[in-house]
């Protein structure tokens, strides 16, 4: 059994409107997760107190919907939730992962709060961040803002105009007129650098040592920053880097630092580079991860280090999917 869980708004109370919203929010779930009429067990409506008109349920028998179970709820009024908003749960027999939906602003965190959330993930190369933060932000319907990429970029820049990373008389030229911006497409972050999708060359071997190196630049950190920042001010997301929680979003709801066993993060990005078709030396690789570390650790910037209200993940012995399970239930049990 998979529960499905789905959410929408209308403009106005109004037959015509709940009709159009549910049928639209229903159509889409069955897309996205590929769902059969006999998959379908049981569809539980609940709304906002401001919606009189009509019955959600109803609205998705009319649907074409009343081959299954149906039942609507009326919710009792909530400070902060969102207005003219219908959810529903959908239980199906459906196996594999629930792709939740939500439509016309609606809120996908547990109670449709609306205020926007930020989620600080930071900790030392190899740990896995990314991968979990992309998990994060899929179960809970938010954006996830791989500020690593951005100073990669940042690198890349430098390694096109041959300018020394780590001279910042060099660099700020370069980084007063450069252009990065972050697009969500097909799903995925992808990273562009003055107009130019950088997504894939980035994430060479060579760039990660430059990454670092550039990241420990005042005139690059204070450029960053402020796209970070603005980007989090406007939604709800999940950031991962080495400074999020103690720099970037020191007042982030919630912060969580992943790390893991030095070994384990240098097998772990072995087989990343290994099965993009990289040639790499395990032990060379590895030095390199704990050179990172130091490197990272020990700049006068807004170096590595824990903030002191994050929660601590050690990952040595656990999966993305383990670690991106265990962070989702500590945030739920805080809203």
């Known amino acids: 059994m998979k529960a499905i869980r789905g959410a929408t708004t209308v403009d106005f109370d109004s037959i015509e409107q709940v009709r159009a919203r549910v049928g639209e929010l229903l159509k889409e779930i069955v897309k996205r997760n590929a769902l059969t009429r006999d998959e379908i067990v049981f569809l539980l409506f609940s709304n906002t107190n401001d919606i ?3 019955y959600p349920a109803k609205a998705a028998r009319e649907a074409g919907f009343s081959f299954c179970s149906l039942f609507s709820a009326a919710e009792p009024d909530m400070s902060g939730g969102l207005e003219k908003c219908i959810r529903v749960l959908a239980l199906t027999e459906k196996c594999g992962k629930p792709e939740h939906v939500y439509l016309h602003g609606a809120a996908s965190l547990r109670r449709d709060y609306s205020k926007i959330i930020n989620i600080a993930l930071d900790g030392p190369a190899g740990g896995g961040k990314s991968t979990v933060s992309k998990l994060v932000a899929e179960t809970l319907g938010i954006l996830c803002l791989d500020t690593g990429a951005m100073y990669r970029a940042c690198a890349l820049k430098c390694m096109y105009e041959n300018a020394d990373c780590g001279n910042e008389i060099a660099v700020k030229p370069l980084i007063d007129k450069i252009n990065i911006e972050v697009k969500y497409i097909d799903g995925s972050q992808r990273t562009f650098l003055d107009g130019k999708d950088v997504s894939e060359e980035i994430r060479k071997p ?5 990454a670092s190196t550039v990241s420990s630049l005042d005139c690059v950190r204070k450029k960053m920053v402020g796209l970070q920042r603005k980007i989090a001010a406007e939604t709800s997301c999940i950031l991962d880097g080495r400074d999020i929680g103690t720099n970037v979003l020191p ?6 630092f992943l790390t893991a066993d030095a070994e384990v993060r240098a097998q772990r990005r072995f087989k990343e580079l290994t099965e993009k078709g990289h040639t790499v030396d395990f032990e060379s690789l590895k030095t390199e991860i704990i050179l990172r570390d130091e490197q990272d650790k020990m700049r006068k ?3 590595l280090r824990q903030a002191d209200d994050a929660v601590f993940i050690d990952s040595s012995a656990m999966n993305a999917e383990e670690v991106a399970a265990f962070i989702v239930r500590k945030i739920q049990e805080k809203i």
């Open 52 to 54: 009189c008109s009509y």
């Open 206 to 210: 060579q760039i990660s040592m430059s």
């Open 251 to 256: 007042d982030a709801e919630f912060k969580f």
């Open 301 to 303: 910037i807004a170096p």
